[in-house]
């Protein structure tokens, strides 16, 4: 699925723990690979006029930054993989937004945290904007966390990604990015895919809601909900470009009034009270979630933006279309008004 894959690097070694996983994308697709490094000189605005950046420097660093591309993909381009590179000058969320048009890109994989000081820029928020306004999916590698790079080291279980579900069409929308990134990374042995979703228990305010009156049985039909999404998945009725890649599913429901705690706890632990039993965790983390358009309109859902701050796990954030979410938010209404049921918790609120 993910063909031009776009990688933006800083100077530093965290920025270039991406790459092998970026690598393995790219063989697993017969992909290409779009290195970029942005120059920061928006800092020139906020220095006196005799410190300003001059023309010089800016195309000595440029030089640099070129030569820099070059060295660190040398050893890639010996191996037969495709490679575009690119020197920037500007902010660099705005640039990397340039870039992933003006190159087609399909992902970004960037790790969270990496170079800052002159010209350079702090990877770690430039990638939680990227989250916010990219218009494809992002890959966000953990500083020290799981970087996926090489085969999956535990042979006992598969390769996983945890997808949280709400009921709705959007939640949906990460299950096809997630299942290419898993079946990719995974290969050639199988990888999987486990649903959850996130049952708030009632509190004092909300004991009223019909839906909390019979908690086992919430839990119940959520099960098999999920499991019936499962099923879908499988026999090409929902998401069929996932049905080719042959990947497990497992199902599971959590407990808690904190969604974000939930999700992370699931993933990170394996911890799986009211599903299929102990799965053993997960390797990634893929979420739906949608934002404003524009640098300085940056908005991203709670529960995403929890998990992207909480988790060691490396994050797959999809951007919801307008329609999908539109049309999310219409069979929620619809679903509401004839069931009297709400969402148990919605990911992009």
């Given amino acids: ?56 420097v800016v195309h000595v660093e440029s030089s640099r930054a070129g030569q820099y591309l070059i060295q660190a993909t040398a050893a890639l381009k010996q191996e037969g993989i495709p490679i575009e590179q690119c020197v920037l000058l500007g902010i660099p969320a705005s640039m990397l937004l340039s870039a992933i048009t003006s190159y087609n890109a399909d992902l970004v994989v960037m790790c969270s945290h990496g170079r800052t000081g002159f010209l350079h820029w702090a990877l770690g928020s430039v990638a939680e904007k990227m989250a916010r306004i990219s218009p494809v999916p992002v890959l966000i590698l953990r500083e020290h966390g799981s970087i996926l790079a090489g085969p999956h080291p535990d042979p006992t279980r598969p390769l996983r990604a945890l997808v949280p579900l709400d009921g709705s069409t959007a939640s949906k929308a990460a299950m096809a990015p997630a299942a290419a990134l898993i079946a990719a990374l995974a290969a050639p042995a199988s990888g999987a895919l486990h649903l959850t979703r996130v049952v708030q228990p009632a509190t004092s305010e909300r004991m009223m809601l019909p839906y909390q009156r019979n908690m086992d049985d919430m839990v119940q039909k959520t099960k098999h909900s999920l499991q019936k999404t499962a099923e879908n998945v499988r026999d090409g009725f ?28 699931v993933a990170e632990n394996g911890e799986d009270a009211e599903g ?31 998990v992207l701050h909480a988790t060691r796990l490396p994050l797959l954030v999809v951007p919801i279309s307008r329609k999908t979410l539109q049309n999310s938010a219409d069979e929620q209404q619809y679903s509401y008004e004839h069931s009297g049921h709400l969402p148990c918790y919605e990911l992009s609120k």
């Fill in 276 to 306: 299929a039993g102990i799965f053993g965790g997960c390797d990634v983390i893929a979420m739906a979630t949608h934002g404003r358009t524009g640098i300085d309109r940056l908005a991203l859902g709670s529960v995403t933006e929890r």
């Fill in 238 to 265: 929902e998401a069929p470009s996932v049905t080719p890649l042959g990947l497990r599913f497992t199902c599971s429901v959590a407990l808690d009034t904190d969604v974000a705690h939930a999700l992370i706890r």
């Fill in 1 to 56: 699925m993910f063909h031009r894959i776009l990688v933006p690097l800083d100077g530093s070694e965290r920025a270039e723990r991406a790459l092998p996983v970026a690598v393995r994308l790219a063989r697993a697709s017969h992909g290409t690979l779009i290195v970029v490094q942005v120059l920061d000189i928006d800092t020139t605005l906020y220095i006196a006029p005799e410190m300003m950046i001059s023309e010089s």
